[in-house]
Every structure is written in C-alpha cells, then in structure tokens.
C-alpha cells in the first residue's frame, strides 16, 4: 500500500474506451510540512494538476493554519486537490472513514478523495461501495482506490481510478495482468512503478504502461533498499506526463 504518500498521472480520457488518446493529467505529492522545496516543486506542475493531500495521515484532527494556506494556494493556482484516507482493507470502521471525508471538506475544502490500503476481495464490495457513495454524495467528483494490485472486477464499477499495481520496477517488469483488464478504460486504471533505476527506464515504464491500456501512471527511482518510494520527487518528474503519452 501507498502508506503515507503517492504520485501518480491522472488522465483525462476523450472517449471511454481503453485504447482512446487520453491527455496527461499530473498528479503529485502533496504529504509535505508546507512550506518546503517539494511543495514548492509540486507546484510547478501545469494548472488542472492533482494533488493527493495528508496532512496527518489523512486530515488530522485539526486544521492546521499554514496546511490550510497552502492548500488554498494551489487550489486559487487551478490544481485539484484529493484527500487521503485509509480503509485498512474494508476493517476500518465506516464511521470514521466518513469523518476523515467530512473533514477533509470542512477543514480544507477538499471534496475528491484517495482511498488508501483498499481491500481486492469481493466480499469488501459492498463497504466501498458504500464509503464511495458517501464521498459523492458529498461532493468528490474524483475518487481513487488503491488496493494495489488486480482487484475483483467489481471494484471498476465504483466510478473511480484503481490502482492495479504497486511495487518496484523488478516486479513491474514481470508483471502480468488479465486480458480482462484490457477492456477497462485507460481512465480507470493506475499503476505505481518505484526503485526504477534510471531515467531511461522510468522512460519506458510509463512507455509500457500506455502500451497496456494504463491512462494513470507514476514512476520514481526512490525506494530502493527498502526506502520510503514517495518521500521526494524524481528529477524526471515534469517529463513523465510527456512519457506516459507516447
């Protein structure tokens, strides 16, 4: 799982089909003590960028004021922002997923959310149905679940981006998918590649991502060794919506 941060690159779809040309959407990290270098580099991103936002594990129980400017900040600059919240694979009690919902938008004014540390299972279906529709209900147009791998295929039902991969760039290359998936919009689907040694090959892992039907896609060298893969960003890091597009 994710734990206590992501990249990855939303695309925005021009038709529904997984094969369609899709545009490049950044989405970036956004788990940093404002103010800071990283935060200050993620903002550089183009306008409409996502940033997937926690400050304390999800919300926090708190606003936190300079947490709060920043936020503001990027959103008056056109970036989307999406709140983190973990799921603990569906045993996380649904009432507190709901308040870090509620306040992620009465602290921040943050509505879409990333649902972290989601359960593959069908048997799970029925509480992430349910967390998804509240999240809607109260204003998330976009919505991200991760449960970091293929997960049954009811979970693509839910209106929302599935992360269907998540380790390093030594699995990422031997990884095999389902044809199923292939049926799925490139919109839909996300893939998480960290500890990719070089440039080149991070390169031509977004290459092999589109190449897949994958419209949302992130590649970082960090993690090697057992790091933390999403502590920093990656020199390549305002090339890779370029990349994931050809």
Do not use: C
């Amino acid at each position: 799982m994710i734990g206590f941060s992501v990249v990855a690159l939303a695309v925005v779809a021009s038709s529904s089909g997984s094969g369609t040309r899709s545009l490049p959407r950044m989405l970036v990290p956004a788990y940093f003590d404002p103010p800071s270098e990283l935060w200050r580099k993620a903002l550089t991103a183009p306008a409409r960028t996502i940033l997937i936002v926690n400050a304390d594990n999800g919300p926090g129980r708190d606003v936190d004021p300079a947490y709060k400017r920043l936020v503001a900040r990027a959103q008056a600059a056109g970036h989307e922002l999406i709140g983190y919240v973990h799921t603990s694979s569906g045993a996380r009690p649904p009432a507190a997923v709901e308040r870090d919902i509620d306040r992620w938008r009465s602290f921040y004014r943050v509505h879409d959310i990333f649902f972290d540390e989601v359960s593959d299972a069908a048997g799970q279906l029925p509480y992430y149905r349910a967390m998804t529709a509240y999240a809607r209900m109260h204003g998330a147009a976009l919505m991200v679940l991760n449960p970091g791998t293929v997960p049954t295929r009811g979970y693509f039902g839910l209106s929302a981006i599935v992360v269907t991969f998540e380790d390093t760039y030594a699995a990422y290359r031997h990884a095999r998918f389902p044809r199923w998936l292939r049926r799925v919009p490139a919109s839909q689907q996300a893939n998480i590649v960290y500890a990719v040694p070089t440039a080149d090959d991070a390169r031509a892992t977004l290459a092999a991502m589109h190449a897949r039907g994958v419209g949302v896609g992130y590649v970082t060298g960090a993690g090697a060794a057992g790091g933390n893969p999403y502590s920093t960003l990656p020199a390549y890091y305002a090339r890779e919506p370029s990349w994931l597009a050809r």
